[in-house]
C-alpha cells in the first residue's frame, strides 16, 4: 500500500514532497489504496479535506507550504495507524416500515423503484416504541386496539419523533430529502458497516460494580442508546452500532475510563507534537470547509478531528502546551464536556498568560474574527511523554508545569467536569484505609513508610465514593469543584497518621493504635468480667485465638481437678 497521495486536475503552484504522489487519474478501486489522499476521487483509508482547505487559504510562504502540506499527511498516517475503531458489518434487509401520512407514502413509493423494497405503512401515530437496532428492528404498533410487533430492517419516519432517535436504523427525509434517503437505505442493503467509536476501561469507571451510583455521566449524555446502565450489576454495556461517534461520553468522563477510538489519548499526543511552532486550528468532520473560502494567517495550521465532542482539558492542554499557541476550535455546537473544559483552560491561561486558551469559532464570521486574534503564547510551551498516563494524570502534570512555584490563586471547575480536594479530620481517623480500597485512580494513597493516609489533589475524579465509603463519623469530607492553583495541589499530603500497635503477647505490629483502641472502647464494657477475652483486644491475629485456647483448657482442667464449674 502507497501511504500519500494528491488528486488535482489543475496541477500546483508548488511542488510537494516526493513522499506524496501526484496523480489527475480518478482511481475509487480499493486495489489501489493509499493511507491518505486530499480527495475522495482517489481511494484511501483517509480522505484529509483539511489539506486542500490549507492550501487554497494559508498565507505560509510556499516553503512553508511545501513542509506543511507534507505534515498534514504524516498526522494523519499517525491517525490511521493508531486508531482503534474497528469495522464491523450488519446483514440488512429489504424490509422497511415507513411511518407517514398517506399523501407523505405516495411522494415515498413515486420516488423508489417499485417492488424495490418490502414495505410496511403504518400512521405515525399508532407507533408505540421501537427496539434494536439497524438490521433488527423491532416497532411496537397499536393495530386496531391490539399491540403488534413489525420485525423491519430500517425505518422510514417523516417528521420522526424522538422515539425514532435513539437507535440505528431510522432515517428521516424532512432532514435531508426522499431521494437522499431512500439512496441510504439503498446502500445500508447492498453494504452496511459500522465503527467501534468507544474503548472502556471498566477498572477506573466510577460506575462499574460500585454499591452506589455516584458516576454515569456518560449515560446521561449519550443521545442515543449506545450507552445503557445496568443498576442492579452497576455495570455499563456499550452498543457500538447505535453510537453516533460523537464523543460526549469521553469528554465527560472523569477518569478516563472511557477513551475515544478514531483518534485515542496516545495517537492526539503524537499528532500533537507535529504542531510545535504552529497555531492549531481544531475542525470537527462536520465542519464542511472543502468550499470554505478565508484567509488562514502565517502560522496557522489545520487539526482534523472526527467527532466534536471527544475533546477534554487533557486533549486541549497537549495540543496547547506542544504547540505553544493559542487554539482555535472552529464548530457549532459544545458539548458538556469540551465546554466545561474550555472553561477551566481559559480560566488557567488568563490567571497565568493573561489571555484565553481556547478561542471558539461558531460561525464564519467567528473563525474570521478568531484568526486575526490567534496567537502564540510567550514561555507556555511544554512537551513530556504522555505513553501509559491516565487522563487525570496528563492534565496534573502538564497543569503543574503552568502553575510552577506560584500560586495562581483557584479555578472553579463546572457542572459536567468536576474536581475535589478531600479533606480528613486526622482525630476520627483510624486510617481503616477504605478509603484507599475506594479510590480506583490512584488519588488516595497509603505509605507503608511511615503509617499515612496520603490525598494527590490533582488526580481525584470528585466521585465521592471514598466519603460515601468512610466508617467513621465526621472524618473524612469533599470540597468540590475546585482546582488549587498552587505547587502542593500536585504532591501527596499527609491527611491522617498514626504509629502501629504492638500485640501485648508477642510483641508483632499488627494494626494502627487508634484502631486497636477504637475497638477495644467499644468492646471492653463487654469483657470488663473476663480479663483474658480483655487482653485479646490488644492481641494480634495470631494470639488472639492462643490465649484464649490457654484459658479454655486451663479453666477445664480446673473443672476437672477440683470437680466444681469454674
Known amino acids: 500500500m502507497q501511504e500519500f497521495v494528491y488528486y488535482s486536475t489543475k496541477g500546483l503552484d508548488f511542488p510537494l514532497s516526493q513522499n506524496i504522489k501526484i496523480t ?38 510556499l516553503a512553508s507550504k511545501i513542509k506543511n502540506v507534507e505534515k498534514l499527511y504524516e498526522v494523519n498516517a499517525i491517525r490511521f495507524d493508531m486508531a482503534q475503531d474497528i469495522s464491523y458489518s450488519q446483514k440488512v434487509s429489504n424490509e422497511v416500515l415507513l411511518v407517514a401520512t398517506n399523501e407523505q407514502k405516495e411522494l415515498f413509493l413515486k420516488s423508489s423503484l417499485p417492488d424495490e423494497f418490502n414495505l410496511f405503512h403504518v400512521l405515525p401515530d399508532v407507533v408505540k416504541s421501537i427496539s434494536g437496532h439497524i438490521g433488527n428492528l423491532s416497532v411496537l404498533v397499536n393495530n386496531n386496539f391490539k399491540d403488534t410487533s413489525l420485525n423491519v430492517s430500517q425505518i422510514v419516519w417523516f417528521d420522526e419523533e424522538e422515539i425514532a432517535k435513539t437507535q440505528s436504523g431510522s432515517f428521516d427525509p424532512n432532514e435531508s430529502s426522499i431521494d437522499d434517503v431512500i439512496a441510504t437505505i439503498r446502500n445500508n442493503i447492498a453494504n452496511y458497516e459500522y465503527k467501534k467509536f468507544t474503548v472502556y476501561d471498566k477498572n477506573i469507571c466510577q460506575y462499574h460494580e460500585r454499591r452506589e451510583e455516584i458516576c454515569s455521566k456518560c449515560e446521561e449524555v449519550c443521545p442515543t442508546v449506545a450507552i445503557i446502565k445496568h443498576d442492579e450489576q452497576k455495570h455499563l454495556e456499550f452498543s457500538q452500532i447505535d453510537c453516533h461517534g460523537c464523543g460526549g461520553c469521553i469528554s465527560v468522563c472523569p477518569s478516563g475510563a472511557l477513551d475515544y477510538a478514531p483518534l485515542n489519548r496516545e495517537a492526539f499526543f503524537d499528532m500533537a507534537r507535529y ?14 470547509i472543502k468550499n470554505l473560502d478565508i484567509e488562514i494567517k502565517e502560522d496557522v495550521l489545520p487539526f482534523a478531528i472526527e467527532g ?259
Open 308 to 566: 466534536e465532542k471527544f475533546l477534554h482539558e487533557g486533549t486541549l492542554l497537549t495540543l496547547l502546551q506542544e504547540s505553544g499557541s493559542q487554539v482555535i476550535f472552529y464548530s457549532d455546537f459544545l458539548s458538556k464536556g469540551t465546554k466545561d473544559s474550555i472553561s477551566i483552560l481559559n480560566q488557567v491561561y488568563q490567571k497565568k498568560y493573561g489571555i484565553d486558551a481556547i478561542i471558539i469559532a461558531m460561525t464564519k464570521e467567528e473563525l474570521e474574527l478568531a484568526l486575526k486574534e490567534v496567537s502564540f503564547v510567550q514561555d507556555s510551551s511544554f512537551t513530556t511523554n504522555e505513553i501509559n498516563m491516565r487522563k487525570r494524570e496528563i492534565f496534573s502534570n502538564r497543569l503543574k508545569n503552568i502553575v510552577g512555584d506560584n500560586d495562581l490563586g483557584e479555578v472553579i471547575t463546572g457542572e459536567h467536569l468536576h474536581y475535589a480536594k478531600v479533606n480528613v479530620k486526622e482525630v476520627n481517623c483510624t486510617l481503616c484505609l477504605v478509603c484507599v480500597g475506594a479510590c480506583n485512580v490512584d488519588a488516595l494513597v497509603a505509605n507503608i513508610d511511615d503509617n499515612t493516609l496520603r490525598i494527590n489533589p490533582s488526580l481525584c475524579t470528585a466521585c465521592g465514593y471514598c466519603e460515601i465509603s468512610c466508617p467513621e463519623k465526621d472524618c473524612l469530607t469533599i470540597e468540590q469543584d475546585v482546582i488549587k492553583l498552587t505547587p502542593s495541589w500536585f504532591k501527596e499530603e499527609v491527611l491522617a497518621k498514626d504509629t502501629l500497635f504492638a500485640c501485648v503477647e508477642c510483641g508483632k505490629e499488627y494494626a494502627t493504635t487508634k484502631a486497636v483502641e477504637k475497638i477495644a472502647s467499644m468492646m471492653a464494657p463487654l469483657f470488663s468480667k473476663d480479663p483474658i477475652k480483655e487482653r485479646t483486644l490488644y492481641c494480634c491475629e495470631d494470639c488472639k485465638p492462643k490465649i484464649m485456647m490457654q484459658s479454655y483448657m486451663q479453666n477445664k482442667e480446673a473443672y476437672n481437678t477440683q470437680g466444681k464449674t469454674i
Open 275 to 288: 504542531y510545535k511552532g504552529h497555531i492549531p486550528l481544531v475542525i470537527p468532520q462536520k465542519m464542511n
Open 24 to 61: 489527475s487519474q480518478l482511481s475509487t478501486s480499493p486495489s489501489q489504496s493509499f493511507i491518505v489522499s486530499n480527495s475522495k476521487n482517489v481511494y484511501a483509508q483517509i480522505t484529509a479535506d483539511e489539506i486542500d482547505f490549507y492550501i487554497n487559504n494559508s498565507k505560509d510562504s
